[in-house]
């Protein structure tokens, strides 16, 4: 059963990816990614990970998306059909990068047949452990990060008295 | 303390809201309940008749001249006796805004606003009121009035017997 | 895996149930409003179909179902469709992690009154009302009208704003009760509820849950003085109908989360326990209403400000008075 539904999320994270990719309108794109970005939450369910699965939705599709929306709804961009399709030169990188990917994958693919381990379920508690004990260093210069853009973002909001 | 003060404010109004839920409420189930209108409410016009019980209009258009939406229209006729009256008389209800200003304008109180205000109907042509719609067998507001008792050419009595009238005066007499 | 036959059929009852007893409250919240709102302005309110009106709500749809459905010229066929439904059904699946009830014990089967125990139930609540937002955004925006589109830019950095604040004020309910499990939220609070230690975090968390399902001090994105109706302007028929009966999903849900978090859930003393719980959710239902009888609309600037410079860094200050105070009991 989990396997059915696997293969099905699977079709339509890539269904849903390659839309978003080659559809013309932001709006019905975003709409496709947020659609992908669902079923690949629902993947990390099944592969015992809730945890990553609700990040996946409340991050990804529930804010950054969204953000994407509110621009795309602020800026009027016209007709979009009039956009036109890169160069086969432009193309030439991404599919390198990307056909690395793949060849990654399918070799991953075959050495690893078997089923996701789903009899341990990883608990928000080991995950939280990992998270800042192992990689607690990494964590602390990306909150760090994060504070010098909310500095950064309160700076250049801030109101102008001297006009 | 200014938020404390905002946080007063705010309960004061929910407070206010709540005493208002067990508060009788001020509607009225029309068509179950109706209101009694006071005497003086303007709306459905009548036409009225003197306490002898002869028309009080007299067809002059001063009601359809102060009519502010031309809603008013009549045909003047004379009687036997130079007694003048409406051959037809016509008020298109669906215009009426009831402002009263024809009853004012009426030196006859013929015409007088009654508090009858429903005037609903399903076809516009009925709002259309003829003479015999709005010609009533009673004087209206005032039960006594009778023009022609008051001035008025010799039509339906000789001339200076009205009631402030004095008798007319022998202009080629030398008598004072 | 497998499955026992009795538990997925209890599984499809309770599901049935909660969407009975769901859509059922909100016809019928949208009936008490108008009753309430009618009493506050001294009002009779709805009173002529049946019995005190109490089939307002059947007449209501009976209206909605046979209205024409039509879409504006240049809408955006599929999305300007699929809109409402995602407003609606994601407040509905939120339902799906909140416990209504104590376990019942039925022939040695104990029955969660809970239709999925997730361990992740508070991040699913979450995940689910930001996902809410696509339905107001894409509905103004698929409608092809500037009311509408003003709308959902409205209710978008509206709902991105507030959402923020709910989550951090969730954060210490969380640390005392130590799990992300609603059940296990609710069974740490059978001693003392959370209001008790978290007084600041539920007043944000209430403010903030207003101002999620665009009830009236914070109800700029269908401010209709400014914007009409907001994002539903061009809807009519079932679709608008879906947009309204939403928002008041979104009222019991949330509510039901409010009572969840900080009310002790299904505890209380004397009376059973889905008693309790219902009465903490029409509490809040009331209030709901109560509030949008009293309050007037907030300006857009005085919106975002409240927002942004106040709830969220109270929620923060909270999160962090909180931790100190769990270090040092130990």
């Known amino acids: 059963m989990e396997a059915y539904l696997f293969y099905i999320l699977a079709v339509v994270t890539v269904i849903g990816t390659v839309m978003a990719i080659t559809e013309q ?14 079923s690949l939450a629902m993947i990390f369910f099944l592969l015992s990970a809730p945890l990553i699965a609700m990040f996946e939705v409340i991050i990804y599709a529930g804010a950054v998306m969204v953000l994407f929306m509110f621009v795309i709804m602020m800026l009027d961009l016209g007709r979009p059909s009039e956009a036109s399709r890169p160069f086969l030169r432009r193309w030439a990188l991404p599919m390198l990068l990307g056909g690395i990917i793949l060849v990654s994958i399918v070799t991953v693919a075959v050495n690893h047949i078997s089923s996701p381990d789903t009899s341990r379920m990883i608990s928000i508690n080991d995950f939280s452990v990992v998270l800042f004990r192992k990689y607690g260093v990494a964590i602390e210069i990306i909150s760090m990060q994060l504070l010098f ?15 | 303390m200014q938020i404390l003060k905002d946080i007063y404010a705010l309960l004061i109004g929910m407070w206010t809201t709540w005493k208002h839920i067990f508060r009788r409420p001020v509607t009225i189930q029309y068509p179950e309940e109706k209101r009694q209108p006071y005497p003086r409410y303007r709306a459905r016009i009548v036409l009225t008749r003197d306490p002898e019980g002869g028309e009080r209009c007299v067809a002059c258009q001063l009601c359809s001249a102060a009519c502010p939406v031309d809603c008013i229209t009549m045909q003047p006729a004379e009687g036997e006796g130079g007694r003048r009256y409406a051959a037809w008389f016509r008020i298109n209800f669906s215009r009426c805004i009831f402002c009263g200003l024809c009853a004012e ?25 003829e003479k015999e719609d709005l010609l009533i067998n009673g004087c209206g507001k005032d039960p006594v009035y009778n023009f022609y008792h008051h001035a008025g050419i010799a039509v339906t009595q000789p001339r200076g017997s009205g009631g402030e009238e004095l008798s007319p005066v022998d202009v080629r007499g030398l008598m004072p | 895996m497998s499955y026992d036959p009795i538990d997925i059929a209890l599984i499809l009852g309770k599901i049935g149930l909660v969407f009975f007893v769901i859509l059922t409250l909100a016809a019928y919240l949208v009936f008490a409003e108008r009753k309430v709102l009618a009493w506050i302005q001294d009002r009779k309110g709805p009173n002529r179909v049946g019995p005190f009106g109490l089939l307002q709500p059947l007449a209501d749809l009976v209206k909605l179902l046979t209205k024409e459905d039509f879409r504006p010229v240049g809408a955006d066929k599929w999305l300007f469709y699929l809109a409402p439904a995602m407003a609606a059904i994601p407040a509905i699946m939120i339902f799906s992690v909140i416990p209504f009830g104590a376990p019942l014990t039925l022939f040695s089967h104990t029955i969660p009154l809970q239709v999925a125990d997730l361990n992740v139930g508070l ?17 103004g925006w698929a409608s092809n009208s500037k009311y509408a589109l003003l709308g959902s830019i409205r209710g978008l950095a509206q709902l991105i704003s507030y959402e923020l604040s709910m989550g951090l004020s969730l954060v210490p309910v969380v640390m005392l009760a130590r799990s992300f499990r609603l059940s296990d939220i609710v069974a740490a ?15 944000i968390f209430l403010i903030s849950i207003a101002a999620e399902c665009k009830r009236i001090p914070f109800d700029l994105p269908e401010a209709e003085g400014e914007l009409v109706a907001g994002f539903h302007t061009e809807y009519s028929g079932m679709r608008f109908g879906l947009f309204f009966v939403g928002e008041y999903i979104n009222i019991i849900v949330l509510g039901g989360l409010a009572a969840t978090f900080f009310l002790g859930g299904w505890h209380g003393p004397l009376l059973p326990p889905v008693v309790w719980f219902s009465g903490k959710v029409l509490a809040f239902a009331f209030l709901f209403i109560w509030v949008r009888g009293t309050l007037p609309r907030l300006r857009y600037d005085q919106l975002m400000h409240f927002g942004w410079k106040v709830l969220t860094p109270l929620a923060l200050v909270n999160i962090l008075a909180t931790g100190w105070f769990l270090v040092l009991k130990g």
């Open chain 1, 149 to 163: 853009a909310v500095v950064g973002a309160l700076y250049l909001g801030r109101k102008r008295d001297d006009r």
């Open chain 3, 123 to 139: 991040l699913l609540f979450l995940a689910l009302s930001s996902i809410a937002v696509y339905g107001v955004a894409l509905g």
């Open chain 1, 25 to 38: 309108h932001p709006v019905h794109a975003i709409v496709y990614l947020v659609t992908s970005f669902f």
């Open chain 3, 189 to 203: 609070q059978s001693g003392c509820w959370f209001i008790v230690y978290q007084p600041l975090a539920f007043l």
């Open chain 2, 105 to 129: 304008a009426c030196p006859t109180l013929a015409i007088q606003m009654t508090p009858d205000y429903e005037l609903c109907t399903r076809d516009i042509m009925d709002l259309l009121y």
